[in-house]
């Protein structure tokens, strides 16, 4: 993956002050280009008199002038909200405006009943999960799984909502408070890590970019949780599937977390479409960010 001469018009949307953001804000600059730091809630569309459309950000730049948009945060908000934004991205793909990771792509990996169903559909191995909107049918879940289950929220991230249920009194109560909530129940299989490598593997451009363990004591190895990176060299079968999965969602950037399971097989736990990489980069040698930069680049002007 190799840099591009040409002077490049990119934004990146996010919060302009989080690492990412900065650091993507630094390397793109360094290599020439024009970059716009654009916060997520700051869009606007406009239709004008003759019908065309137009997103615009901070200060009005017409962002389907953009050659590259990299996608670093969705913030959470209302339904409303979410929608709004996942159809600026659309509009702005739609202009020609190449965005990393495209709009499709974060859609499938943002809604992880979709996701797991991405997956499954091209063969990549993921724990068995039962989604349902009724508390019976989550009832019904938790005992076709075996009573050990982890209960997830729909959309989520950094194991935020995320809880393990062992008991089926424990189950009871917990799907009723959810009921309240007039949740969707994403109830599925739990594997423990304990003896077993937990994962996350930053795939760029089809290509593994570097991969850690999340060593923990606990059953939920999230870094944002206390769990310490280690620096790992994956096994074939490991890259295959990380690559693979990536593949799935049609993502550019992507980080997969992969689990041991206790056949000994490795399966896919989740898909990230806007990953971090800043614990990674603590346990890799090569610059992260710079990597991504260059396959923005290359996927600008393929």
């Known amino acids: 993956m190799t ?3 040409r002077r490049l018009l990119v934004g990146v949307l996010g919060a302009s002050g989080s690492w990412h953001t900065r650091g993507l804000v630094r390397a793109l600059t360094g290599r020439g280009h024009e970059v716009l730091a654009i916060p ?4 606007e569309s406009e239709i004008d008199s003759d019908g065309d459309v137009h997103v615009v950000g901070p200060d009005g730049p017409a962002l389907e002038e953009l050659d590259l948009l990299i996608v670093r945060g969705l913030p959470r908000g209302s339904l409303e909200q979410v929608i709004f934004r996942m159809d600026v991205l659309h509009v702005l793909a739609e202009r020609g405006v190449r965005c990393v990771n495209s709009p499709r792509a974060i859609e499938r990996t943002v809604d992880k009943s979709w996701a797991g169903a991405s997956l499954s559909r ?3 191995a993921t724990p068995p999960t039962i989604v349902c909107e009724r508390y019976d049918g989550a009832m019904r879940a938790f005992d076709r799984l075996g009573g050990d289950v982890v209960v997830k929220p729909l959309f989520g991230a950094m194991g935020n909502g995320i809880v393990r249920i062992e008991d089926r009194d424990v189950a009871h109560r ?3 408070a959810l009921e309240l909530e007039r949740t969707v129940y994403y109830v599925q299989r739990t594997i423990a890590p304990a003896g077993r490598r937990n994962l996350r593997v930053l795939v760029v451009a089809g290509e593994v970019a570097g991969a850690m363990e999340r060593v923990t004591d606990a059953w939920r190895a999230n870094i944002a949780r206390g769990a310490r990176p280690r620096g790992v060299r994956l096994s074939e079968d490991e890259r295959d599937l990380a690559l693979a999965a990536a593949a799935a969602v049609e993502a550019d950037v992507a980080g997969v977390d992969l689990l041991g399971a206790p056949a000994g097989e490795v399966v ?5 479409g806007i990953p971090g990489w800043q614990a990674l980069q603590s346990v890799c040698e090569q610059d992260l960010t710079q990597l991504v930069v260059s396959a923005c680049e290359a996927l600008v002007t393929a």
């Open 3 to 5: 840099g591009v001469r």
């Open 40 to 43: 997520a809630t700051r869009l």
């Open 122 to 124: 091209a063969g990549v």
């Open 174 to 176: 917990v799907f009723r």
């Open 268 to 272: 896919v736990l989740e898909v990230n």
